[in-house]
Structure formats: C-alpha cells, structure tokens
C-alpha cells in the first residue's frame, strides 16, 4: 500500500540557509500534518492542512512555512535556519476531515542538519 | 488540553519475556488513544489505537493494549518479547482542544531494549 513520501530524506544546511521539505500523503488522504522531533525528543505538532486550507496551528516558528497545494502535496519551508531547527520532520497524513478518530499515517522523515 | 505520560524512559526486558509499556492519560472527554513505534532512524509506525469500540485493543506484531477508565490508562503489553521489539514506543493521545484537526499529542517516549 503506499505511504506518506517524504522528500529530501537527508538535508544539511548551513545556518540562515533556507531549506524546503516536501511531502506526498497517501492518496485519498485530505489532511496533511507536520511535525518535528528533536533528538531523543517527542513529535511536536507543527501545523496541519484540511482541503488546501491551514487547519490547525501548533508551535511553528515564525521563520517556518508550509502550504497543501492542489495535488495535495504539501511543503514546509523553513528560512533562517538555526542550529537548534537540526531534527528529523515528518510529514503524516489522514482521510477525512481531521476527525478526532481517524488513524494518522506518518512518513519516514526528512533529518535536517543545520551546522 | 489532553496528555499522555509514559513511565520509564528506558525499558529492558530479556527475549520472551513480557513487554509492558505504561501510558497514563489525562483527558476531560474520552480520549482517542495510540501507540506508536519508531525503529531506529525510521519513521513512526501506528501499533494500534483505542477508538472506544472495545477496551481491549489488538495491533500487529502481537502487541496489544487494554483501555482502562478507572486508571486512566492504556498500557502496551506483548507476552513474549523479540529481539526485532528493540524500538522506541510512543503513546500518543487526539487533541480534543476545540480545533479543526486531529493532530496527536505524543508522550515522550519509552526505548525498549531486549536482552538475548
């Protein structure tokens, strides 16, 4: 079955670099989320999309963005960059609307080095 | 706002021993509950997920999780460890805060380590 892909799935950066991450979630999935795991951290939520539309907010960065396109492709782009923005993003996606019991599926990741 | 705690960062079992991964919830609405593995340098896998159709919840490779209210609880449990179990286990609860989505609060993890 396919998955979230996520692409690159290895970055590295040099600070006030700006890097871009993309994502593709699995087909039919209307909903797409990212995240970000520091080391030997949890999964922050970072920001979700329903139907192209921003649906949720979570602790972005100011310097981050992110936008779900018409293919539903989704991309985080991050300008600025800092040392501590070095993590592994993941990209997740789920059918429907967001609702509260629907399973979200997560990508593989991409690990960004920022040195 | 919902949380999910995880007791014991680091867990060490021996092979076909049995595996238990505590999670304790904090929620004001029944709470919509998941567990997730991440293997090394790989993403997160979804183990299983308490939906409120039955307390007792079975996933893949043989883990399963009981959902109890009284205790606030959704410990993971698999009776006999494998060597292929050497992971990170994630609990994870669906923000119930009023927003449009399901994004996941995630408990900060327990690495299971199996012994030979």
């Known amino acids: 079955a396919a998955g979230v892909i996520q692409s690159p799935r290895h970055l590295i950066k040099e600070k006030r670099e700006t890097a871009t991450l993309k994502c593709y979630p699995i087909p039919r999935h209307d909903t797409v989320y990212w995240y970000q795991q520091g080391p030997g951290q949890d999964p922050q939520f970072l920001i979700s999309f329903y139907e192209k539309m921003q649906s949720d907010k979570g602790s972005i960065p100011d310097r981050f963005s992110a936008q779900q396109f018409s293919d539903y492709h989704s991309e985080l782009n991050m300008s600025s960059l800092e040392l501590g923005d070095s993590a592994l993003y993941f990209c997740?996606?789920?059918?429907?609307?967001?609702?509260?019991?629907?399973?979200?599926?997560f990508g593989e990741g991409s690990w960004l080095t920022v040195v | 706002a919902q949380s999910v705690t995880q007791l014991g960062s680091h867990v060490s079992v021996s092979e076909g021993a049995l595996v238990l991964l505590r999670c304790n919830y904090s929620?004001?609405?029944?709470?919509?509950l998941f567990w997730y593995v991440q293997y090394p340098n790989q993403g997160l896998q979804l183990l299983l997920k308490?939906?409120?159709?039955?307390?007792l919840v079975k996933g893949i490779n043989g883990f399963e999780a009981e959902f109890k209210k009284s205790e606030t609880s959704f410990h993971l449990t698999k009776p006999s460890a494998h060597m292929s179990d050497a992971a990170e286990y994630f609990c994870?609860?669906?923000?119930?805060?009023?927003?449009?989505?399901?994004?996941?609060?995630f408990g900060t993890g327990t690495l299971l380590a199996v012994q030979p």
């Open positions: 994870a609860v669906s923000d119930e805060d009023g927003g449009a989505t399901n994004k996941l609060i």
């Open positions: 997740a996606s789920s059918p429907g609307d967001g609702y509260s019991g629907n399973t979200i599926y």
């Open positions: 929620s004001s609405v029944p709470p919509y």
């Open positions: 308490y939906t409120s159709a039955a307390t």
